[in-house]
């Protein structure tokens, strides 16, 4: 399958105005020092072959999703919709639930975490503090036990804030890393350098026809991933 089709299999929403495309682990969402082809590049490929457009297509990012985590991204097909987006994103009105897989049960089973986090860009890390510190940001998060495995346990995370590598830095900071996650603390890396992070759903009002719009992302096919999937529908 050619990287058109493969977008072609992963649309969870389109119209005039926005796409929303299940993102797969390891795939670069804009352009970096890698030169890796950028998903963004892609989707203007198909929108550009899909719709006969000639000259340039715009896209516009909505929100991030890193490289190695997989789900639901928002890419807006019109300046118009990335502005009204963008609106919504800085008000907090888009609800953003996530899916992590954890070795470590989370005590308690469920709650919020609130800790304030600095950013490293030496080494693209996060770390969290229990209290307001110089240079921190405030990172709120919802939490729940949702099932679990015989070695591993599937938490649900709600987003409040969006902070640098904040789901995977506060599971972190209570023992649960994410799997895979080494830079915050797996004892091991997935097989495909993904970690068992996923954008499972997105809530939000269309930026045009003012409809709710709420997605579901299945997350990767692989044996754990599909195990937490049928359980918890």
């Not at 119209?15 to 890796?36: C, F, M, S, W």
């Not at 963008?86 to 800790?115: C, F, M, S």
């Not at 009002?205 to 003012?210: D, I, R």
Request: aromatic share 6%; net charge positive.
């Amino acid at each position: 399958m050619n990287s058109i089709e493969s977008i072609k299999s992963r649309i969870l929403f389109e119209d005039n105005h926005l796409i929303i495309i299940n993102k797969l682990p390891k795939e670069i969402v804009q352009r970096d020092k890698t030169g890796d082809q950028s998903l963004i590049d892609i989707v203007k490929e198909y929108i550009k072959e899909e719709y006969f457009k000639p000259g340039n297509v715009f896209l516009g990012l909505v929100h991030r999703i890193d490289r190695p985590v997989s789900g639901a991204l928002i890419l807006a097909k019109t300046s118009k919709a990335l502005t009204r987006m963008n609106e919504q994103i800085k008000n907090r009105d888009i609800q953003k639930i996530y899916w992590a897989i954890v070795k470590n049960k989370p005590e308690p089973k469920t709650g919020q975490l609130t800790h304030w986090l600095v950013k490293n860009p030496k080494n693209n890390k996060s770390t969290a503090f229990d209290r307001e510190q110089k240079e921190t940001k405030k990172a709120v998060l919802n939490y729940k036990l949702v099932d679990q495995s015989k070695d591993y346990h599937l938490v649900e995370v709600e987003l409040l804030t969006g902070r640098h590598h904040q789901i995977r830095t506060q599971l972190s900071k209570i023992a649960c890393p994410i799997k895979g996650d080494l830079k915050y603390g797996s004892p091991r890396s997935n097989k495909d350098a993904s970690i068992s992070l996923h954008a499972r759903q997105l809530i939000f009002t269309h930026p045009v026809t003012k409809e709710k719009v709420d997605i579901k992302a299945d997350p990767p096919n692989d044996p754990l991933w599909n195990f937490f999937l049928k359980n918890a529908n």
